[in-house]
């Protein structure tokens, strides 16, 4: 194969299954140029990911252009069709395996694994062009025809097990909001004892009350806030106001931290140790800063005269269904709006709406 005629790669050669891989270091500039990407250049047999899911490349693309000193990219994967030529740097045989790939110019790609991560990075280039003599790591299949790029992809991922939100969260040191949410846990005795940084739900016999990504979540609501959007000093202090004034103003959390209840009962019997009952209190919380920004927290500590109890009625098909604790965005709602009625608070339109619909729904 002609060097002039091919794309070079500084690379390395393994040996899977009794076949030739190989990983190359690849200039960010050429992955949008050889790199399949319109689903409509691709068979839909040969596809082997889903459609592109392009809501997630803004996303994406922000983290590499707001980051360009310390972001981090996993190696893509990637099937080869057509000509290859893998050229020992060296016939030593501790070098044997290392020298330059070349990929003939007609040879067709296609990503098995990476294609948001691909996307996003032509859009990066085309703001930042700069990036373009960076690179990275790609895993180069052989696969004539691209006949096998759906089972790669299914094996890829077979075993693939994702992190819980909880984990993201407790290992994100780049977020704003995780970064106080994590503070707010430390410095808040209820929390710093009761909260589970790493899973998203929470066993019966669990001895914590409340996940990290619950708080995470609550602070989202509290602050009416997407995930990834700026705080200001002044949310932030909020927020810290905000949880020391509710930790303070829940009765059933004081017995649980003078052992006079435990983590188990509080999940039984009581509302507020569930997640709905979080979210739910951040709704409120948002909309008590905006109605009385100077006087919120004397709601807040009215709350330590409502009856959380389950067996109380009050929750019954807004956070209990069917005899359960459930948290979806309906529940939240519902729990927001019943705690609103609690303390005398004006629901909005959209709240009369959706509380005419349970009032009715109970009816029936």
């Known amino acids: 194969m002609e ?37 409509d250049e691709v068979p839909p047999e040969y ?91 790609v895993v180069f299949f052989i696969d004539k ?30 977020d704003k909001l995780a970064i106080v949410t994590k503070d707010i846990v430390s410095s808040t005795p209820f929390l710093k004892r009761y909260t589970d940084k790493e899973r998203v739900s929470l066993s019966k016999n669990s001895p914590k009350i409340v996940a990290l990504n619950h708080v995470f979540n609550t602070n989202l609501k509290l602050l009416g806030i997407s995930k990834g959007d700026a705080i200001t000093k002044e949310d932030e202090e909020f927020l810290h106001n905000f949880w020391s004034t509710l930790t303070d103003s829940i009765s059933e959390w004081h017995q649980v931290m003078n052992k006079d209840l435990t983590p188990k009962d509080i999940r039984m019997n009581y509302i507020v140790g569930h997640g709905v009952f979080f979210e739910a209190i951040g709704i409120v919380g948002n909309f008590l800063r905006q109605f009385d920004p100077n006087n919120w927290q004397k709601y807040i500590k009215e709350l330590n005269k409502a009856d959380w109890s389950r067996q109380s009625g009050s929750w019954e098909g807004r956070a209990i269904k069917n005899g359960r604790v459930q948290k979806n965005a309906q529940t939240i709602k519902l729990t927001a709006i019943q705690i609103k009625k609690i303390l005398n608070l004006p629901l909005s339109e959209q709240e009369k709406a959706i509380e005419s619909e349970f009032i009715k729904g109970v009816s029936k």
């Open 47 to 137: 596809r082997s990911q889903r459609i592109i899911n392009r809501n997630r490349i803004p996303e994406i693309t922000n983290y590499i252009l707001d980051n360009p000193n310390d972001y981090v990219f996993s190696s893509l994967t990637a099937s080869i069709d057509g000509e290859v030529e893998f050229t020992p740097t060296s016939e030593d045989p501790s070098l044997i395996n290392v020298g330059m790939l070349s990929i003939a110019l007609d040879a067709k790609f296609l990503i098995n694994d990476g294609q948001h991560r691909r996307a996003a990075i032509e859009e990066a280039l085309k703001i930042n062009p700069e990036l373009g003599s960076e690179t990275i790591s």
């Open 145 to 174: 025809g691209l006949k096998n790029s759906q089972q790669i992809f299914s094996d890829l991922n077979r075993h693939a097990v994702n992190t819980t939100s909880s984990i993201g969260i407790l290992y994100d040191h780049r």
């Open 3 to 39: 060097f002039g005629f091919s794309y070079n790669f500084p690379g390395i050669r393994g040996l899977q299954a009794g076949k030739e891989y190989y990983i190359a270091m690849c200039p960010l500039r050429v992955i949008p140029k050889i790199f399949l990407f319109d689903e």
